[in-house]
């Protein structure tokens, strides 16, 4: 199985910083990962496919890179809204399908 | 539109079977998968398993000897049935589509609770 290691596992930021989360993955999955977003109470929701693809009807502060095993997505000019818990997930090596532990992201 | 939603109850006894119903519309279940992930109170995702557009099925290795995921297409119903639950089964479980890779819906969740 792709094991996939998620940091930080919590982020505290200013409203306007960017920040970055970081995913690598236990072998070379060749860009097929996604990140998606997890508002408190909600269900996650797709923001980046295939490693750098934004989602429809994402804002294009949010962006992903990486190739390989390592993996980034970076939120620019954070906006209260952004408030939510991040994960990676790795679709290249399946099954099973496996996601990162994780990123809270809260406003400083 | 895309829609996925789960359903069942939210309240199973320790050692019995959870049955739950992902009700799709707007798109096919032959044409899409049909997957579960579930999420323990406050932690991650875990995927649980899938049934592909062509009814096969696959689990994830730690809950194959439970796990069932089936399907009525004319319904546009997928069905969950785990058996032999224990208090740590406990959260949100959901039931999302992919075509190829990402998982781009997914239901509301529903949230499940093994408890006596």
């Known amino acids: 199985d792709i094991q996939m290691t998620q940091s930080p596992a919590s982020l505290s930021a200013s409203l306007g910083e960017t920040v970055t989360i970081e995913c690598r993955a236990s072998?070379?999955?060749?860009?097929?990962l996604a990140w998606y977003q997890q508002k408190p109470g909600n269900s996650p929701q797709l923001l980046i496919y295939d490693a750098n693809s934004l989602a429809d009807g994402v804002p294009s502060r949010f962006s992903g890179s990486g190739s390989g095993t390592q993996y980034s997505l970076k939120i620019n000019s954070l906006q209260s809204e952004d408030v939510a818990s991040y994960f990676c997930?790795?679709?290249?090596?399946?099954?099973?399908?496996?996601f990162g532990s994780g990123t809270k992201l809260e406003i400083k | 539109q895309v829609q996925l939603k789960e359903s069942g109850p939210g309240l199973v006894q320790p050692s019995q079977t959870l049955s739950l119903t992902c009700t799709v519309s707007g798109f096919s279940l032959t044409s899409y998968n049909v997957h579960w992930v579930r999420q323990p109170p406050g932690k991650g995702l875990e995927w649980m398993g899938v049934?592909?557009?062509?009814?096969?099925?696959d689990y994830n290795s730690a809950l194959k000897p439970r796990l069932s995921i089936s399907r009525d297409t004319s319904k546009s119903q997928v069905f969950l049935t785990m058996n032999s639950l224990q208090t740590e089964d406990t959260g949100i479980y959901y039931c999302?589509?992919?075509?190829?890779?990402?998982?781009?819906?997914w239901g509301q969740g529903v949230m499940v609770t093994v408890s006596s």
């Open positions: 072998e070379d999955i060749y860009s097929n």
């Open positions: 997930q790795q679709y290249n090596n399946y099954p099973p399908f496996t």
């Open positions: 049934i592909w557009s062509g009814g096969n099925t």
């Open positions: 999302n589509r992919n075509w190829l890779g990402e998982f781009d819906y």
